[in-house]
């Protein structure tokens, strides 16, 4: 059996954050490579129902990016040779300035910054700030790209480029074919190494992305788990467990 990299999403403080450390064991346990760490957002513009629903709920406990940052730590201490990314929206990051949130955010252990909404070409500094303090941006590419602007960040010298699988928002499933394939090739053709991601939920979808892909993504379905078994911590941590085994193990 052949294993494939996993970045998987969790947002951070939710359900509560003994249960959302605990979910993050469980995904290291079950095999994830790479912990994306979602701050918080009350109005993103990627996400569907069930991503959105647990930023809601998280940010009515008055959840602040401080306490998201305090947990990205928190893991990075516990488990220091796992690169953790965060992901969020841009006005979190330009309205303490973006320098400075990046100087923060690799202070807590973040390796890599993924801000859906601030273009690759209009990113108010983002890649230069993430240089300076030894991260990566990682811009997103989408199918609804024109060939002439994926190609030029195709070829922007991006170590990682974060590729979704379709237009749309995520959570719902994603059908691996021959123009998803077709898509991740003009992706990669600059020599950046791509994670896939969308809706991607099974082993059987790993296996079609394995050729083509660094890593894949998995977010939604986790969170999905983590919302059916909030009241039981034990049963929690064995459904993402299992879900990141049949996810990573092709």
Do not use: W
């Not at 296996?207 to 892909?213: D, G, W």
């Amino acid at each position: 059996m052949e294993k494939i990299k996993l970045m998987s999403h969790l947002v951070a403080g939710y359900p509560t954050n003994e249960l959302s450390l605990a979910a993050a064991r469980a995904l290291v346990a079950g095999g994830a490579d790479i912990l994306e760490i979602q701050l918080p957002f009350s109005d993103p513009s990627a996400d569907g129902p069930a991503i959105q629903e647990a930023c809601t709920k998280v940010l009515e406990r008055n959840y602040r990016t401080a306490d998201g940052l305090a947990f990205i730590a928190q893991l990075h201490k516990e488990f220091p040779d796992i690169p953790i990314y965060l992901m969020s929206y841009g006005s979190l990051i330009y309205t303490p300035g973006v320098a400075n949130f990046c100087k923060k955010a690799a202070e807590c252990g973040v390796k890599g910054m993924i801000i859906p909404d601030l273009p690759f070409d209009y990113d108010e500094g983002l890649t230069k700030a993430c240089k300076e303090n030894g991260m990566e941006n990682i811009p997103v590419a989408a199918p609804s790209m024109s060939d002439e602007r994926l190609a030029k960040l195709a070829n922007a010298g991006f170590k990682y480029i974060y590729a979704a699988l379709r237009a749309g928002i995520t959570g719902t499933n994603t059908t691996i074919d021959d123009d998803t394939l077709a898509f991740l090739k003009k992706v990669s053709a600059g020599g950046s190494k791509v994670y896939g991601g969308f809706g991607i939920s099974n082993g059987e979808q790993s296996a079609a992305l394995a050729s083509s892909v660094e890593a894949v993504v998995a977010g939604s379905v986790f969170v999905r788990l983590i919302t059916e078994n909030q009241n039981d911590e034990k049963t929690l941590v064995s459904a993402v467990t299992a879900k990141a085994k049949e996810i990573t193990h092709i």
